[in-house]
């Protein structure tokens, strides 16, 4: 489903479309010191993370506010939407089940990092990004145990969003691991988040950081782009990104004005396609992502995408986001189950995956020249069985018998009408 989120937002706002994030200042600045509110206004971006949020507040300090003498306001009214009261599914903390946000910080996740010293007998423990009021243990016993199920051993107790308790022990032999969990407050993520990195970077702050809205007579104090969709989408078929994708979709909607709601996203989408795909069955979008039980549609209509897409002025960014078998992304896989396949390295493809359904789409270079879309969805209780039948679907499709195209590169994606496998 992230396939015609991604296409539809590169056809509708194109390959350089930014987000905007903006900083304003709600009082005069003396000497370094502001006499009121420092709003930052979220414009939606898909990929605000720790390093690019570093470099925001470093730009505002560089505009001459290293004091704050009021709050820090949290503007997300890009966006109009609420938490999930219940997790799409039974793993609440999975970073997968992250709710969209009109300023989505570091996609409201806590990544745990683990490295072990055996001279000490002790794993370090490290956690970015920082959190206001937040704590964790330093470091844990190592132990002799096998690797397998290590999550589990450390015995990980996260019912106080503040204080992170780990009673267990750490394997030796997992060596350096990292584990990313939803923070599970995610209302107070960004404030203590935002807290953290302002006085980490040496501003000061009187008031407190909470959520409101950019006053009419605040003044705009500086602007930061986001990175561009072109790459955006990369993170989001590439590694399956959720919230990106949930994100992408709602700016849809936002970017015409109105503050973004999945509704808005779903309306225009839907003209979108009738406009650019009349007598093809609609997809049925929810949140855009696939993290959804009622998104679905038909193979023939994800293959007349397909072939839009690489028929398109934007084919290339369309196809660059697609994980390569066996290579990156969530295709990376294919070589560990077969290393020898001739798949690795000749297809481009988005894969899907919940309870009961596996799915794999995408592009796949034949022997013979020819490239060829490929769709393929089970639904079925014992869909996650068939995955082997999926690469070798995916094989018989690269062994074509198909006669060569005449003077036709290999690697490149725009080479001649597309051929259809499903």
């Given at each position: 489903m992230k396939l015609f989120t991604t296409y539809a937002g590169l056809s509708l706002l194109g390959p350089d479309h930014v987000w905007r994030n903006r900083v304003y200042t709600d009082g005069p600045v003396r000497d370094g010191v502001l006499q009121g509110n420092l709003v930052v206004r979220g414009s939606g971006d898909p990929k605000l993370v720790v390093e690019r949020l570093q470099e925001l507040l470093t730009q505002v300090r560089a505009a001459g506010v290293r004091e704050v003498r009021g709050d820090i306001v949290l503007d997300r009214s890009v966006f109009d939407v609420r938490e999930r009261s219940?997790?799409?599914d039974d793993e609440p903390l999975r970073p997968y089940n992250v709710g969209p946000d009109g300023l989505l910080l570091n996609f409201k996740a806590v990544v745990y990092k683990f490295t072990p010293d055996a001279a000490s007998g002790q794993v370090k423990v490290r956690f970015e990004p920082p959190l206001a009021g937040f704590?964790?243990?330093?470091q844990l016993p190592l132990s002799q145990a096998p690797c397998s199920d290590w999550r589990r051993q450390l015995q990980a107790d996260f019912s106080q969003p503040q204080q992170v308790r780990f009673a267990g022990r750490y394997p030796a032999s997992c060596g350096e691991r990292e584990w990313p969990v939803a923070y599970p407050e995610p209302e107070a993520?960004?404030?203590r988040v935002m807290q953290a990195l302002w006085q980490g970077a040496g501003g000061q702050l009187t008031g407190q950081v909470r959520y409101g809205v950019r006053p009419a007579s605040a003044k705009l104090l500086l602007e930061v782009p986001s990175l561009p969709l072109s790459?955006?989408?990369?993170?989001?078929n590439k590694f399956s990104n959720n919230?990106?994708?949930?994100?992408?979709?709602?700016?849809?909607?936002?970017?015409?004005?109105?503050?973004?709601?999945f509704e808005a996203s779903r309306l225009r989408l839907s003209q979108w396609w009738r406009q650019g795909f009349a007598g093809h069955d609609e997809p049925v979008l929810d949140n855009g992502s696939g993290l959804s039980r009622s998104e679905r549609s038909t193979a023939q209509a994800l293959t007349a995408l397909l072939?839009?897409?690489?028929?398109?002025?934007h084919a290339r960014y369309f196809v660059d986001s697609l994980a390569i078998a066996g290579v990156d992304g969530t295709a990376a896989r294919l070589k560990d189950r077969h290393p020898q396949s001739p798949v690795i390295g000749n297809a481009w493809l988005k894969t899907g995956s919940l309870r009961d359904v596996a799915s794999v789409a995408g592009y796949v270079q034949g022997q013979s020249g020819q490239r060829y879309t490929l769709v393929a969805v089970l639904h079925h209780p014992n869909a996650q069985q068939a995955r082997a039948v999926l690469d070798q679907l995916l094989e018989w499709t690269v062994r074509d018998t198909a006669s060569p195209p005449k003077a036709q590169p290999s690697d490149r994606i725009n080479h001649g009408p597309l051929r259809s496998s499903r």
């Open positions: 219940e997790p799409f704590s964790a243990p330093t993520y960004a404030p790459e955006i989408i990369q993170d989001i919230v990106m994708a949930q994100q992408l979709y709602l700016t849809l909607s936002s970017e015409l004005g109105a503050p973004g709601r072939q839009a897409a690489h028929a398109s002025p």
